[in-house]
């Protein structure tokens, strides 16, 4: 009997042999407008194994503009994205928080987020046989440098001042609250986010960020797991230092780039977590060959795949070749074909 969707990423998030990587293909909106075309015959002939569920709010919390369009877009949180280009978004360049012991009161935790709708929820989930994502994603360090700017949060981190941690704190028990509301439905999976790599190292210390920021990471790790779910990270940049800790806190799945760390460098993690993809985004998707992007894929293969533990996925972002978008999912289906399994 042929596997589902879901369970198919379930084999592959346990280890368990499944027939083929499960797919997931992630769409920044300036490739639908620039490709709309190839995108649709690309999410023809290799569909997803993975569905996003909204959670059908019964408030929302207020914002302004359209994040994907040139403007001024103001989020959720209060903080105001400035974008030059249509199709993706834009940055935070004036701090909505100047002073924590007297701005904080500024920011507003979009507590409307809490009002998902779980009947609702259940609803999407029962009606599909893929793999069920909760549609909301915690992501601490970066809201904080929306509230913020990058520099203001660094010294930040460096002084933490009361104020400071107390809305860390406050920031901490709504993310918690969140996932745990989510965790009560019937997706099969949640996730949460930071980007907290550069080209070449963390953007804080390891130290600092095993102090600050595991410990959230942690809690995010055990509402899941309490409720029976998977969970999923993402985090941009050269994060090979804290991998052994999102090892070790339990994190099922982590969708990280690779290949700006060297496949070899992490092969010992092979079979210990999931590689939630990708593809190199930054050369190959953008400069290589499909011949390039079928043999990244074999390099990916053989080293990470444990019987599982790797899932075809690659970001269409605003460079990416469509061919060489293709050309990814065709490899590995390949790959399980010529193997009977992956």
């Known amino acids: 009997m042929t596997a589902t969707s879901r369970e198919l990423v379930l084999q592959t998030l346990n280890f368990q042999s499944p027939a083929r990587a499960p797919r997931q293909l992630w769409t920044l909106p300036i490739a639908a407008q620039t490709y709309p075309d190839e995108l649709a015959a690309i999410l023809r002939d290799f569909p997803a194994d993975f569905e996003g569920v909204s959670g059908h709010r019964r408030q929302s919390a207020a914002t302004r503009g359209d994040p994907h369009q040139i403007g001024e877009y103001v989020d959720e949180w209060g903080c105001t994205f400035i974008n030059i280009q249509p199709g993706v978004i834009g940055e935070v360049k004036t701090p909505l928080v100047r002073d924590w012991s007297a701005d904080a009161g500024k920011v507003h935790v979009p507590v409307e987020w809490l009002t998902i709708d779980r009947d609702a929820i259940n609803r999407d989930c029962a009606k599909t046989d893929k793999f069920t994502q909760a549609g909301c994603c915690p992501r601490p360090f970066e809201q904080l440098q929306f509230i913020r700017t990058t520099e203001e949060l660094y010294v930040d981190l460096m002084d933490r001042s009361a104020a400071f941690l107390e809305f ?34 963390l953007l804080i210390s390891p130290a600092m960020w095993r102090e600050v920021f595991k410990p959230m990471y942690r809690d995010y790790v055990q509402i899941a797991h309490a409720a029976g779910k998977k969970i999923f990270m993402h985090s941009d940049g050269y994060i090979l230092d804290i991998y052994p800790d999102l090892v070790e806190i339990g994190v099922d799945a982590v969708n990280s780039q690779i290949f700006c760390m060297g496949i070899e460098a992490l092969k010992p993690f092979a079979g210990r977590i999931t590689f939630w993809g990708e593809i190199d985004r930054q050369h190959l998707l953008p400069d290589g060959t499909p ?39 065709a490899s590995w289906d390949t790959l399980s074909r010529k193997d009977g399994q992956c």
């Open 168 to 201: 860390l704190q406050r920031m901490h028990q709504f993310y918690t609250s969140l996932l745990a509301a989510w965790a009560q439905t019937d997706v099969d999976g949640l996730v949460f986010m930071d980007d907290w790599g550069s080209q070449r190292s």
């Open 291 to 329: 011949a390039q992007i079928d043999q990244a894929v074999r390099q990916v293969h053989a080293a990470l795949w444990a019987k599982g533990g790797c899932f075809a996925q690659c970001e269409f972002g605003a460079a990416a070749k469509p061919e060489n978008v293709r050309q990814v999912f």
